[in-house]
Structures are given as C-alpha cells and as structure tokens.
C-alpha cells in the first residue's frame, strides 16, 4: 500500500508570502493615489485656463461697451479728456436725470462703466488714457487706450516668463518685453487686457475767428 505524503508549505514561508503581498497592495496604492493627483491637477489646470479665457472675454466685452458709450456721445471727439481715468480712481456717478452736456455724459459713462468692472471681475479696475504715439499731440488725438486689470486664483511667480508670454499688454521688441502702453502699466499681480479704440468722428471741427470748435449736426 502506498501512502500518500503531503507536502506543507512552512509556517515562514507562508508569512514571507502574506508579506510580499502586503507590498504589492501598498505599492497599487501609491500608484493609484499618484494617478489621482495627476488626474486632479490637469483638471485644476484647465479649470484655470478657462476661467482666464471667460475672464479676458468678458474685459473684451467691457472695453466694448465703453466704446459704444463714446459712440453714442454726440461729441466725444472735442471732449475726449474727459474719459481719461486712472486704475485708483473711483469716480461717483452724476446727476444726469435731467440732462447732461458732452463732458457730463463722458463722465457719467466712465463711472458706470468702472462700477461694472469692479461688480464683475474679481477685484477688477480699469484704466482710460492717451495712447503714447499720441500724447505729445496738443491737438487731433483721435484715440483712447483702454486697460482693464484683474486677480487670477493663481500664484504668480516672479521669476517664471509665464506672466510676459499671457500679458497683452506687452510686445515682444527683438526678443525683449516692452510695455505697450507706455506709463501705463498693468498693476502688479493682476492680469490685463489692453484695447486701442477709435473716437467717433461725429463732430465737424471748424475755426471761426482762428478758434477751433466742433459743429454737431443733429437735434
């Protein structure tokens, strides 16, 4: 008769098995958490891509706006100075529920105007000066800069070109980043966008006496 020997895995062994299987779990885990947080941060990145894209949208829309503005101005072009304003001006709004002049109605549009920025854009601020190549001009500018400023939910890090290569309101001159804007510059840790507009030519100039005015033909 033959007797049948059964072979047993030592006690040791078993342990050493329940070990190595203990490793394998721990290392799936740490590759799995590892592609969780991968996972995490390119969503994290494109939920800040986008918010950027609808942010500078919405100061594209907003730099429009405060042009139709001066289109509606029936003599925006003689009393263009009254649109300029800083970044840390607040203006308050006029009183114009019983009329206002050309000056009144710019003023009166740029404070409404910067109002909504602020309400819209997280601590948004803007700012409305004389382009560069036309400041030295005493007369016939023709044109508005327009800045709008903005906080990203994002750190900034100075020593990174990622700012220089996202700032419209620079250009790249032979390799090197100038501000498009001239004294104008974006306030630091904020994003800007910077628009050139056109003012409406609706006024006639015209020089009685040697004196120049503007002649605005409507009622």
Not at 101 to 129: C, H, M, R, S
Not at 153 to 172: G, P, V
Request: with cysteine; net charge neutral.
């Amino acid at each position: 008769m033959h007797r049948l020997t059964l072979m047993t895995t030592p006690s040791f062994s078993r342990k050493r098995l329940r070990g190595v299987s203990l490793i394998e779990s721990l290392v799936a885990i740490v590759v799995m958490a590892l592609g969780i947080l991968g996972i995490v941060g390119v969503q994290m990145r494109t939920l800040a891509d986008t918010q950027t894209s609808v942010r500078r949208a919405q100061a594209i829309r907003l730099i429009e706006d405060i042009g139709e503005r001066a289109k509606a101005n029936p003599n925006a072009l003689a009393n263009i100075n009254a649109y300029l304003t800083g970044f840390g001006d607040a203006p308050s709004v006029p009183d114009c529920s019983s009329g206002c002049g050309p000056a009144q109605l710019a003023a009166y549009d740029v404070a409404v105007w910067k109002k909504t920025i602020k309400e819209n854009l997280p601590l948004g601020q803007a700012a409305i000066f004389i382009p560069p190549a036309e400041s030295a001009l005493t007369t016939g500018q023709r044109q508005l800069g327009v800045m709008i400023a903005w906080r990203e939910n994002e750190r900034h890090d100075a020593d990174s070109t990622f700012k220089d290569n996202t700032d419209t309101t620079k250009i790249l001159d032979n390799g090197e980043w100038k501000a498009g804007a001239g004294d104008t510059a974006c306030p630091d840790k904020h994003t800007c966008h910077l628009q050139y507009l056109p003012v409406a030519s609706r006024c006639a100039p015209y020089s009685p006496g040697g004196v120049t005015s503007y002649y605005c033909p409507g009622p």
